[in-house]
């Protein structure tokens, strides 16, 4: 991708390519506008990946890929006025992300409650709310101390601090330890760590299904 060539190149990317990348003799952008953007689904208590609009911010960004170093042409496969109805910037992702693991992380470090923390973008109350009952619900709070949104860590919390995994993930290995099941509950947390590998296109879904 990186090496020059006499030959015609052709680069396909995801969104990590709009700020992330630079490549080389790129004249022409093809850009689909959407892409697949990572959102809690707090019902269901899991991470999707749908298909979205991208902003127009992002649009700009695919757009610059293209003439760095010589004049360039960028091909938008939507129109203008669609363009223009789709938001400035892409929705932050401290708004679209799991909370728990942020709160947990916070009292680890001793940096005080979610909602007194000076985030540019704060997040939404409900999701707050939500964050602090999933961690309740896995033993990581005392029940016995403090309000409602101010518990202190318990034991298990302070051991889920230190995972590098998802809390509830975090809580399932600890458990899996303790039943001396360790081995066998890693793998599954390893699957359950990574995206489907199953190809669902749109024009499709309903064979994929």
């Known amino acids: ?5 006499q030959r015609r190149k052709v680069v396909l990317a995801t969104n990590i390519a709009e700020t992330s990348l630079t490549s080389p003799g790129i004249r022409f952008v093809v850009d689909t506008g959407l892409a697949r953007v990572s959102r809690y689904a707090a019902a269901a208590r899991t991470r999707r990946l749908p298909i979205e609009p991208i902003s127009q911010s992002s649009a700009d960004q695919r757009k610059g890929r293209s003439g760095r170093v010589a004049e360039g042409v960028c091909i938008r496969l939507y129109s203008e ?4 109805e789709r938001p400035r910037f892409t929705e932050p992702e401290i708004r679209r992300a799991n909370l728990a693991d ?3 992380r916070l009292k680890a470090f001793g940096l005080g409650d979610i909602e007194r923390f000076p985030f540019i973008n704060p997040p939404a109350p409900k999701a707050i709310r939500s964050g602090y009952l999933l961690l309740e619900e896995i033993g990581a709070l005392d029940l016995e101390e403090g309000g409602e949104l101010s518990r202190p860590l318990t034991s298990i919390g302070r051991e889920l601090a230190r995972l590098p995994v998802d809390p509830t993930v975090g809580r399932m290995i600890l458990q899996a330890r303790t039943e001396k099941a360790l081995r066998e509950v ?13 190809d669902r296109p749109m024009d499709k879904q309903q064979q994929a299904d």
């Open 186 to 198: 890693l793998v599954i947390a390893a699957g359950l760590s990574i995206q489907d590998p199953r």
């Open 81 to 84: 006025k669609d363009f223009l």
């Open 102 to 104: 942020v709160i947990l």
């Open 1 to 5: 991708m990186f090496a020059t060539s």
